[in-house]
């Protein structure tokens, strides 16, 4: 593999969501053999299987499985929405499943928020979905930031312990994803 291709999906809508600030500071930080694109999910519908059935896939809908399908790892970034997931994360995980291009596929999960925990209980119920479809799961090192508005500006990851902890993440994660394809 010359170049690893990474596709990070944050979890969130909003403009100024923490964990899309988080992605775009992944780009930077990345192993010089890793590319991270970001997929934004604004666009995708509320899954309805009648509107697969009838017509297919939406346009977003087939661009973000195109997306997938290409890339040789993904990362799920997810804000913690009452103990959750956010909703629009899992949406476009129901999507995204449909006929198993999910399954073996790399995958790291990564969470934070501007409370004590970095959203944990989100990434714990994102786990559980990733593992439900087969995917292969990077386990540890385990990354949820807490206080993570404190440890963001302007795209990059501000606090050092912080910044050192994410890229030996991916460092962590792209040397899986070239053992997984061996």
Same mark, same amino acid.
């Given at each position: 593999?010359?170049?690893?291709?990474?596709?990070?999906?944050?979890?969130?809508?909003?403009?100024?969501?923490?964990?899309?600030?988080?992605?775009?500071?992944?780009?930077?930080?990345?192993?010089?053999?890793?590319?991270?694109?970001?997929?934004?999910?604004?666009?995708?519908?509320?899954?309805?299987?009648?509107?697969?059935?009838?017509?297919?896939?939406?346009?977003?809908?087939?661009?973000?499985? @195109?997306? *997938?399908?290409?890339?040789?790892? =993904?990362? %799920?970034? /997810?804000?913690?929405?009452?103990?959750?997931?956010?909703?629009?994360?899992?949406?476009?995980?129901?999507?995204?499943?449909?006929?198993?291009?999910?399954?073996?596929?790399?995958?790291?999960?990564?969470?934070?928020?501007?409370?004590?925990?970095?959203?944990?209980?989100?990434?714990?119920?994102?786990?559980?979905?990733?593992?439900?479809?087969?995917?292969?799961?990077?386990?540890?090192?385990?990354?949820?930031?807490?206080?993570?508005?404190?440890?963001?500006?302007? @795209?990059? *990851?501000?606090?050092?312990?912080? =910044?050192? %902890?994410? /890229?030996?993440?991916?460092?962590?994660?792209?040397?899986?994803?070239?053992?997984?394809?061996?």
């Amino acid at each position: 593999m010359d170049t690893i291709n990474i596709l990070a999906i944050p979890g969130s809508l909003r403009q100024a969501s923490l964990n899309r600030q988080l992605v775009r500071a992944l780009q930077s930080v990345a192993p010089s053999d890793v590319q991270i694109s970001v997929f934004y999910l604004n666009d995708i519908p509320i899954y309805n299987q009648d509107v697969e059935l009838a017509d297919g896939f939406p346009a977003a809908v087939q661009e973000m499985r @195109d997306k *997938i399908e290409a890339a040789d790892g =993904l990362i %799920f970034a /997810t804000p913690e929405y009452n103990g959750a997931m956010s909703g629009a994360l899992k949406n476009a995980i129901d999507w995204a499943s449909r006929g198993g291009i999910m399954a073996q596929k790399p995958v790291a999960p990564i969470s934070g928020s501007p409370g004590a925990l970095g959203g944990t209980k989100a990434q714990e119920s994102l786990r559980a979905v990733l593992n439900h479809l087969g995917m292969h799961v990077l386990s540890r090192p385990a990354v949820a930031i807490p206080q993570m508005n404190e440890k963001l500006a302007d @795209d990059t *990851i501000t606090d050092e312990m912080t =910044l050192k %902890f994410v /890229t030996d993440w991916l460092s962590t994660f792209r040397n899986w994803i070239v053992q997984l394809n061996k």
